[in-house]
């Protein structure tokens, strides 16, 4: 599955640390082991709330044109990139909002939902983090307006288990309500009710996305760093901090798989960004950013390395054909695919990436479908706790988010 370009004794010289997390993560002794409960989720997830989403999820896909998903963070990020990875197989469009402050936006937001049936998705933990309570009240107040009473059907809350604003406010309403686990933070929840009702209702198989995430939890439950390829990832990108690489670029060559990036950022920007530490994550679009930030990874300061998320089978498959006058000079590609071009143009890159000097790691992927797309996404949970372990920080809290709250709170007057 992946490639490091760095010699197995250098990664050796990590597996005593490694078994020290190991057994960390699988005893549930590391700091924020609290917040665990994604470990085993594969195989320990609620079979009756499972069943309940997709039973939702067809009752969406029968009554509505719209569902707005209202979430910020791992509330929203990891369903979206999920869909438009695998995209939107059902009729109903997905917009999501509750990410941002922005006036323009929401009114956008609106704009498309006018003269529509609309369901809304809310979730939020607690129910007071600001953006999407906010839009919540908004667009609460206008499904309220448009279907009175029988709003209360269309409105389905995504919550804590027992308390909280929005778990009060959902009892109350009559809402149907899914749970947010408490052993599992919100860039970890892809693979709960977080991430699968919307998931779900874009007709998308969250069966075989559970059964690629298992075979996943089975894989790298494996101690031996040259074995269990999450482990060599992860102590693969501790031997380049060490090294002065500060910046991971995270490279994709399908234009579906931004979001993907995006949810990779916050899971491990917000999982190791602390104590002064951390890889910062960054990400490209290629080849279209090779004609902006493509200097830069190849001839500017050596800070960083780069990882490489290939497909290796495209099942689009578009023949390129001859041209009789060959009026562009392109003949001489004519009976390949558009993906073998891809595919050329990435492995060009890559070596002159690394011939520029800037390290690489490569992540293949069999195919883009739900199986390995949640084998993937567990597989950058697992290296993501081992990486912020062997890091020195614990990956499951985020201290510094509240910092800009309590400022934004008091600039805002609120007392209490």
């Known amino acids: 599955m992946i490639k490091t370009f760095i010699d197995d004794k250098d990664l ?34 609620d079979r009756e709330e499972f069943e309940r989403i997709k039973l939702v999820a067809e009752k969406i896909k029968n009554n509505s044109q719209i569902l707005v998903v209202i979430g910020i963070g791992g509330s929203y990020l990891g369903s979206k990139a999920v869909i438009e990875a695998l995209g939107n197989d059902s009729k109903v469009k997905i917009l999501f909002a509750g990410n941002n402050l922005s006036s323009k936006y929401l009114k956008n937001i609106l704009k498309q939902i006018e003269g529509k049936e609309v369901s809304l998705n809310v979730i939020s933990k607690s129910g007071t983090t600001t953006e999407p309570a906010l839009v919540f009240r908004v667009l609460r107040e206008w499904m309220e307006n448009k279907y009175g009473q029988k709003a209360n059907e269309r409105i389905y809350a995504t919550t804590d288990k027992e308390k909280g604003v929005l778990k009060n406010l959902a009892t109350k309403k009559g809402y149907e309500t899914f749970v947010v686990p408490n052993d599992i933070g919100g860039r970890y929840s892809v693979l709960t009710a977080v991430g699968l009702l919307p998931i779900a209702v874009a007709g998308i198989n969250i069966d075989e996305l559970m059964n690629g995430a298992k075979q996943a939890m089975i894989n790298f439950d494996e101690e031996n760093i040259l074995k269990n390829e999450a482990y ?42 602390k104590n002064k530490k951390g890889i910062f994550p960054a990400s490209v679009d290629l080849t279209t950013d090779l004609h902006s930030m493509g200097q830069f990874i190849q001839d500017g300061n050596r800070i960083l390395f780069e990882t490489v998320l290939n497909i290796e089978e495209d099942k689009e498959n578009l023949v390129i054909n001859e041209e009789e006058n060959d009026s562009d000079g392109l003949n001489f590609l004519a009976g390949n695919t558009l ?25 293949n992927l069999p195919r883009l479908d739900e199986y390995n797309l949640g084998y993937l996404l567990y597989f950058w949970q697992k290296a993501c706790a081992m990486s912020g372990y062997l890091l020195g920080v614990n990956p499951f809290d985020q201290p510094g988010v509240e910092v800009y709250k309590k400022n934004m709170f008091k600039l805002l007057g609120k007392t209490s």
Not at 249 to 265: F, G
Not at 341 to 359: L, P, R
């Open 339 to 363: 993906d073998f071009v891809n595919k050329k143009a990435m492995e060009g890159t890559i070596q002159a990436h690394i011939d520029g000097g800037t390290s690489n790691i490569i992540i």
């Open 12 to 45: 050796l010289n990590w597996q005593e640390k490694v078994s020290e997390v190991h057994k960390k993560i699988n005893d549930k002794t590391g700091e924020g082991s609290e917040f665990l409960g994604w470990v085993d989720l594969p195989i320990n997830y």
């Open 232 to 273: 060599k990832y992860a102590a693969a990108r501790n031997i380049y901090y060490n090294s002065g690489k500060l910046v991971e670029i995270l490279a994709n060559y399908e234009p579906s798989l931004h979001y993907l990036s995006e949810w990779w950022k916050q899971l491990f920007g917000e999982s190791e960004g």
